[in-house]
C-alpha cells in the first residue's frame, strides 16, 4: 500500500511559465515532508521542506504548499527552467513520533520536462 | 566537501554469486540510509543506522540481504546469494540529526 502518492508519472512545461507536482498522502502520523530533485545517474538531491505546522514555505522560484486535510502537498516552480528537467520525488516522515523518526517514504516520482 | 561516496557505480554479476556495495557517509553524519530503487516500487528504504548502530532492517527484503556499517565512515550492504530480482539501483543517503538527507550517486547492480 502506498503511503505517498504521485499520480503524474511525468509532466511538460513550456520555459518561463508555472510548473506544478502534486503529491497526496495516506498516513496521517506524517508530520514532515520533503521534495528531492534527481538527475539521471545521480542520486536524488535535497529540494525544499515543509513542516506540518505550516501550510507554505518558499525557496526561491521553489514553494511547496501542504493541504493537511486534504493531505495534499505540491511543489510549484516559477519560472520554470530548461535546468530544472529532472524526475521529483516527493517524501514524507513521521517525525519525532518516536520509532521511525528520520525515515523517510518516498513518492515513486514525477518526470519533468521543461521546453525551451 | 565530498559528499556521500558510493562504490562501485556499476556491478554486473551472475545469479548465485556475492555482490557487496560499499558507502562512505558525509563526514560527522550520525544517520546512514540503505535505498533500493526499481521502477516497480521506486525508493524504497531497506535499512538505517544510528551512531553505526542498525536501528531498522524492517525494509531489508530477504536473509539474503546483510548491512554493517563498522565504524562512521563506512558501510557495507552484501546481497548472498544474489538474484536477478536484486537488479536495481542501490543508494546510500546520511544526515546529521534531521530530516534532509543527503544521497550517493547510487549502484546500478545486474544480476544477470
Known amino acids: 500500500d502506498q503511503q505517498v502518492k504521485q499520480n503524474s508519472p511525468s509532466l511538460s512545461v513550456q520555459e518561463g511559465r508555472i510548473s506544478i507536482l502534486n503529491c497526496d498522502y495516506t498516513?496521517?502520523?506524517?508530520?514532515?515532508f520533503l521534495w528531492y530533485k534527481k538527475y539521471p545517474a545521480e542520486g536524488p538531491t535535497f529540494l525544499i521542506s515543509?513542516?506540518?505546522?505550516?501550510d507554505k514555505n518558499e525557496d526561491g522560484r521553489f514553494t511547496v504548499f501542504l493541504n493537511k486535510s486534504a493531505k495534499h502537498l505540491s511543489l510549484h516552480i516559477v519560472p520554470s527552467q530548461p535546468g530544472d528537467s529532472a524526475v521529483y520525488f516527493c517524501?514524507?516522515?513521521?517525525?519525532?513520533?518516536?520509532?521511525?523518526?528520520?525515515?523517510?517514504?518516498f513518492g515513486k516520482g514525477t518526470k519533468l520536462s521543461v521546453i525551451p | 566537501d565530498a559528499g556521500v561516496i558510493q562504490s562501485p557505480r556499476h556491478e554486473v554479476t551472475e545469479m548465485g554469486q556475492e555482490v557487496t556495495l560499499r558507502c562512505k557517509p558525509i563526514?560527522?553524519?550520525?544517520?546512514l540510509f540503505w535505498y533500493r530503487q526499481t521502477m516497480m516500487r521506486g525508493l524504497e528504504l531497506l535499512i538505517y543506522?544510528?551512531?553505526?548502530?542498525?536501528?531498522?532492517d524492517s525494509g531489508m527484503p530477504e536473509d539474503r540481504f546483510s548491512a554493517k556499517m563498522p565504524n562512521a565512515s563506512f558501510s557495507t550492504l552484501k546481497i548472498q546469494p544474489s538474484e536477478p530480482r536484486d537488479s536495481a539501483v542501490y543508494f546510500c543517503?546520511?544526515?546529521?540529526?534531521?530530516?534532509?538527507?543527503?544521497f550517493g550517486p547510487g549502484t546500478r547492480l545486474t544480476v544477470l
Open positions: 517524501a514524507a516522515s513521521e517525525g519525532d513520533s518516536g520509532a521511525g523518526s528520520y525515515q523517510l517514504t
Open positions: 498516513n496521517s502520523m506524517f508530520d514532515y
Open positions: 543517503a546520511s544526515s546529521l540529526v534531521g530530516w534532509t538527507q543527503y
Open positions: 543506522f544510528n551512531n553505526n548502530v542498525p536501528i531498522d
Open positions: 515543509i513542516s506540518s505546522i505550516k
Open positions: 563526514s560527522g553524519h550520525d544517520y
